[in-house]
């Protein structure tokens, strides 16, 4: 197994251990992939759940420009659910895993079809 497939093996294991959920592994792979080299940098990897510049940055980039979706008080709210799911206390909250839930939680599936 490569570095990716290591890493898309820790995000499944996030999402049934810490966020509750069972991953589909198609889906999660393409998301991984989808974030490009930056689960590789370890600070580009996370997201702080707590930094509002970076909430900002993932409604923006993810889900207005990836997803296609339009800009509204539903996307921070999204956002907000998908970091408490992970757990506000979870020091690493992994971008990949974040993406994974919040294309789950507006049916965008079909992005990475």
């Known amino acids: ?3 990716r497939d290591d890493l898309i093996a ?3 294991d996030d999402l049934r ?3 509750g959920m069972t991953p589909d592994m198609d889906l999660l792979t393409k998301v991984t992939i989808g974030c490009g080299p930056a689960i590789y940098n370890d600070d580009a ?3 702080a759940g707590s930094q509002e510049s970076e909430l900002e940055t993932v409604k923006n ?3 207005i420009k990836k997803l296609g979706l339009p800009d ?3 996307l921070m709210s999204a956002i907000d659910t998908a ?3 992970y757990g506000r206390s979870e020091r690493n909250k992994y971008r990949a895993v974040v993406y994974y839930m919040l294309t789950k939680h507006f049916g965008k599936e079909s992005v990475y079809g």
């Open 83 to 85: 970091i408490d799911t």
């Open 10 to 12: 820790r995000y499944a």
């Open 1 to 3: 197994m490569g570095k």
């Open 61 to 63: 980039n993810f889900l």
């Open 17 to 19: 251990n810490k966020c």
């Open 45 to 47: 990897a996370t997201v």
């Open 72 to 74: 509204g008080p539903e």
